[in-house]
């Protein structure tokens, strides 16, 4: 069975520009999870997607956001892009439930110049 | 808010040791418990998946615990090779959602 993938494994930007990353699921899941890392603050949640619908939101401000399209797939839009954004940006999916295990792509690395 | 430790944030060890990693979190309402494997650069692996309900799990040479009320858990590798060399994260999941806190890492290098 395919694992997560995302796309594009690398994208340079310029400040005040936007970037949509993508996200497809394993097979079958329902639930699909985006988180930031950076050295400094580690990886952070940023939102959560099960059935087309937000489930839960981290502390992020509102220039981030994402959506979930009907056969899992997800994608995650930030706008007005700051150095800060300069990050590798995972996704993470799983069956459904709060039990189940969090399966990662290997995320998109994004450069803010 | 839940915060999660991971200490020591580095360690070497020579190859053929057994390695020890421990997480410790602050609240004790979590559905699960996970240890991840993260190479530089890469996404991250699922090693273990403890249960609230389990005490420990294992997997080949990893071997994990969890001691729900004292918020500590630990990650066992035995008999350590080069190719384990690799940060390891651990993230508790909360009751009511599916948001992962993690720690910041293990920095594990094992020497030849």
């Known amino acids: 069975k395919a694992g997560v993938t995302q796309t594009p494994r690398y994208l340079i930007k310029t400040r005040g520009q936007q970037v949509t990353l993508s996200c497809s699921p394993i097979?079958?899941?329902?639930?699909v999870s985006w988180y930031q890392q950076t050295p400094g603050q580690g990886l952070q949640f940023l939102f959560e997607?099960?059935?087309?619908?937000?489930?839960n939101k981290g502390n992020f401000p509102g220039r981030f956001s994402g959506r979930q399209f009907s056969n899992s797939r997800s994608e995650m839009n930030v706008s007005t892009l700051e150095l800060g954004d300069s990050a590798l940006y995972l996704c993470?999916?799983?069956?459904?439930?709060?039990?189940?295990?969090?399966?990662f792509g290997p995320g998109t690395r994004l450069t803010v110049l | 808010k839940q915060e999660v430790t991971q200490i020591p944030a580095a360690l070497s060890v020579p190859e053929g040791e057994n390695l020890v990693l421990n997480c410790s979190f602050t609240?004790?309402?979590?559905?699960?418990l996970q240890w991840f494997r993260q190479d530089p650069g890469k996404g991250l692996t699922s090693l273990l998946l403890?249960?609230?309900?389990?005490r420990e799990q294992t997997s080949g040479r990893l071997n994990a615990s969890l001691d729900k009320s004292s918020g500590r858990s630990t990650l066992y590798i035995a008999a350590s090779q080069p190719g384990d060399s690799a940060t390891y994260l651990c993230?508790?999941?909360?009751?009511?959602?599916?948001?992962?806190?993690f720690g910041k890492g293990n920095q594990v290098v094992v020497i030849p």
């Open positions: 993470a999916s799983s069956l459904q439930g709060h039990t189940d295990t969090q399966y």
């Open positions: 097979s079958g899941h329902r639930s």
């Open positions: 997607y099960f059935s087309e619908t937000q489930r």
């Open positions: 609240d004790s309402a979590i559905y699960n």
């Open positions: 403890i249960q609230s309900s389990q």
């Open positions: 993230a508790v999941r909360p009751y009511g959602n599916n948001r992962l806190a």
